[in-house]
């Protein structure tokens, strides 16, 4: 495997962190914090367990067990983030930890095995569970912002009616080699 999986990997995930930061950007201080039931979570509550997460598997990622005993799970689904700032610094500190060890891999890492919970996982194996894992979150984080945008929604990707447009001028192009995300992060960049 080359560095195309690590960098596939980094974009994917930077693609996911994206889609959270454009979702909170589109949503009122006092939704984020909104829950349905006791057996929902808000915006804020899938926040700190992303961020509790995060911290425990890419902290010492080669080194020790990805389920750290500084880690309290049960906690991060209380519902006690009190400030779009609170929840801001956490889903940052946990991007933070993710990148500086996705960033600090190299292919010669990828077949090395590492733990989750005493389990054995091959890097990249490790990698993709967490790859599965947080899209499944963030998409509820849309969901949730998509339901609480006041203003109309600002679609994270093709809007609706215009999947015609779009693929029209994908198909208008010659054959190239890119990642899926790369004209979404552009957006972001620029």
Same mark, same amino acid.
């Given at each position: 495997?080359?560095?195309?999986?690590?960098?596939?990997? $980094?974009?994917?995930?930077?693609?996911?962190?994206?889609?959270?930061?454009?979702?909170?950007?589109?949503?009122?201080? #006092?939704?984020?914090?909104?829950?349905?039931?006791?057996?929902?979570?808000?915006?804020?509550?899938?926040?700190?367990?992303?961020?509790?997460?995060?911290?425990? $598997?890419?902290?010492?990622?080669?080194?020790?067990?990805?389920?750290?005993?500084? $880690?309290?799970?049960?906690?991060?689904?209380?519902?006690?983030?009190?400030?779009?700032?609170?929840?801001?610094?956490?889903?940052?500190? +946990?991007?933070?930890?993710?990148?500086?060890?996705?960033?600090?891999?190299?292919?010669? #890492?990828?077949?090395?095995?590492?733990?989750?919970?005493?389990? +054995?996982?091959?890097?990249?194996?490790?990698?993709? $569970?967490?790859?599965?894992?947080?899209?499944?979150?963030?998409?509820?984080?849309?969901?949730?912002?998509?339901?609480?945008?006041?203003?109309?929604?600002?679609?994270?990707?093709?809007?609706?009616?215009?999947?015609?447009?779009?693929?029209?001028?994908?198909?208008?192009?010659?054959?190239?080699?890119?990642?899926?995300?790369?004209?979404?992060?552009?957006?972001?960049?620029?």
């Amino acid at each position: 495997m080359t560095n195309d999986y690590l960098d596939s990997v $980094r974009k994917q995930f930077e693609y996911y962190k994206m889609l959270g930061d454009k979702t909170f950007s589109q949503v009122q201080d #006092d939704k984020l914090f909104w829950q349905y039931n006791d057996d929902s979570n808000s915006i804020a509550t899938i926040v700190k367990h992303l961020w509790g997460n995060m911290l425990s $598997r890419w902290t010492d990622f080669l080194t020790s067990d990805g389920e750290k005993e500084f $880690r309290n799970r049960d906690a991060e689904f209380e519902n006690d983030i009190k400030s779009r700032e609170e929840l801001l610094d956490k889903w940052n500190e +946990g991007w933070t930890c993710l990148f500086n060890a996705i960033n600090s891999l190299t292919t010669d #890492d990828l077949d090395k095995t590492i733990y989750i919970r005493n389990q +054995g996982h091959t890097v990249t194996e490790a990698i993709n $569970r967490q790859l599965a894992h947080y899209p499944y979150h963030i998409g509820q984080i849309v969901f949730l912002g998509k339901m609480f945008a006041e203003n109309g929604w600002t679609s994270l990707s093709i809007p609706k009616g215009n999947s015609q447009a779009y693929n029209k001028d994908k198909f208008s192009k010659p054959n190239q080699k890119g990642h899926f995300t790369d004209e979404f992060l552009n957006d972001k960049k620029e």
